[in-house]
């Protein structure tokens, strides 16, 4: 149906107001969470708490840490019970760090494997 529904726009309005069309509606259908991990960012689509009675539209930034003082790490739209989230889960000057124990246990893993 959303198809058909993208179909039908494209042909009366536009290409780009059939992919926005398709887009939400895809959007809204989500029913369960969905994350990838690009690097030291994290992108994700979630359904909002149903307590929280969520806005028709929101944009804000997040924030993620131990201290209720944590610096903004990401930015979070909310459009209805659907949220999309995109954050930094560690700080710049420590993903090289991270990027290095990486390569150590990759290489400790793989010299483990050839014995």
Not at 84 to 113: G, T
Request: glycine share 8%.
């Amino acid at each position: 149906m959303t198809l058909l529904g993208s179909a039908a726009i494209w042909y009366l309005f536009g290409l780009s107001d059939a992919a926005v069309y398709m887009g939400l509606s895809l959007l809204l259908s989500v029913r369960r969470p969905h994350f990838v991990d690009v690097g030291r960012f994290t992108a994700g689509v979630f359904l909002v708490s149903r307590r929280n009675y969520p806005p028709i539209f929101a944009i804000g930034f997040t924030r993620y840490g131990p201290e209720a003082d944590a610096p903004p790490n990401g930015l979070q739209v909310i459009l209805g019970p659907v949220s999309l989230m995109m954050c930094s889960l560690l700080p710049r000057d420590e993903w090289a760090d991270f990027q290095r124990r990486q390569a150590e246990r990759e290489a400790e893993k793989r010299k483990r494997e050839a014995l």
